[in-house]
């Protein structure tokens, strides 16, 4: 799909990203990766925050550990490290510089990730358990490509609108959608912090895969639930597409999770584009897009949906994070592990 990404013009890519402990965390589970593929360079030196898109494209990922203990930290690390590296290994090998290879290898970077965290975990008992969520984009030519596993979130600021283009694997994201919630209801809920999946505490894992086309002047901002339960979608928007110093912004953003009581880390990493490389408008609608990987690529399965009408009560509250396995099949029951966080 897309074909090859052969456009000569040039795209812009400016980025930067930070995280914080928040105020009242005593270690930071979050991590993030900023990574001009073409170049081979994860870093925030100054050519890799202002750097024009070469053809093997670009990576941001975010994520946010849990398990208790250095057990998070280790699992967050693992995840942007392995899928950095993974996908530089695999994506530098192709010769067929497709938007079709280069969405089948991200999926891929973020399964290896998973299988390592979960294989460490189980030869390390002290952290087994752990995991972590993950939300990686991978910019190719005119077009995102976005990874989820997890509640982390990626939103594309156009026109002054922020619009989430991933969908949360949470409880609360089920129920909003089998209308048993709406989503102020879901906002407010005490088991708002109950995820489905996560990378590591199983040996597989399903990743949702999307895309989003680009236009001159996006913003991308991704982030973890430390700030994005604390600041509402307009506010992203106000902030991140009118503040033209990335750095900034990213300050404000993580000040404003923090004046509201910054109960967890909070991380956001923040990218603009512009260039002749890209349109001045489209006709495409910004949002969850399902991206069809083609039959001799691997496939992506849907995350599990929870159906039934009464959610579960959590058996611990405060600083609990809690992962949900579902079990496939008719009739199936869910299990649930409460991961410390």
């Not at 969520?133 to 156009?158: C, E, I, M, N, P």
Request: with cysteine; charged share 25%.
């Amino acid at each position: 799909m897309f074909g090859r990404p052969s456009n000569p013009k040039p795209i812009r890519v400016r980025v930067f990203g930070k995280t914080d402990l928040g105020k009242t965390r005593d270690h930071n589970e979050d991590c993030f990766l900023v990574a001009d593929l073409t170049r081979g360079d994860a870093s925030l030196k100054p050519d890799v925050r202002e750097h024009e898109l070469g053809p093997r494209g670009t990576l941001l990922v975010v994520a946010d550990g849990m398990g208790g203990a250095a057990a998070g930290e280790v699992a967050s690390e693992m995840a942007t490290k392995t899928i950095y590296e993974q996908l530089k290994k695999s994506w530098g090998e192709e010769t067929e510089l497709t938007a079709q290879r280069f969405a089948a290898r991200l999926k891929e970077a973020v399964e290896t990730a998973n299988g390592h965290i979960h294989a460490y975990a189980k030869a390390h008992p002290e952290v087994r358990g752990m995991g972590t969520t993950t939300t990686a984009v991978g910019v190719l030519a005119d077009h995102l490509y976005l990874t989820q596993v997890g509640d982390s979130r990626a939103y594309l600021v156009r026109d002054g609108v922020a619009v989430q283009l991933t969908k949360d694997q949470s409880l609360m994201q089920r129920l909003v959608e089998a209308g048993e919630l709406t989503e102020e209801e879901a906002a407010q809920s005490e088991r708002r912090n109950i995820i489905l999946q996560a990378l590591g505490p199983d040996p597989k894992v399903k990743v949702d895969l999307t895309f989003q086309d680009l236009r001159r002047g996006d913003v991308l901002v991704l982030c973890s639930d430390g700030l994005s339960g604390l600041v509402k979608k307009e506010e992203i928007a106000a902030i991140a597409g009118k503040e033209q110093d990335l750095a900034t912004a990213c300050d404000k953003l993580i000040a404003l999770a923090n004046d509201r009581g910054g109960p967890d880390n909070i991380t956001v990493v923040i990218a603009r584009f512009e260039g002749d490389g890209l349109p001045a408008e489209s006709a495409e609608q910004a949002g969850h897009q399902t991206y069809p990987l083609i039959d001799t690529e691997t496939s992506t399965e849907p995350v599990p949906v929870y159906k039934g009408s009464k959610p579960p009560v959590p058996a611990r509250k405060a600083r609990a994070r809690w992962l949900i396995l579902l079990l496939a099949g008719a009739g199936a029951a869910a299990l649930y592990l409460a991961l410390a966080r």
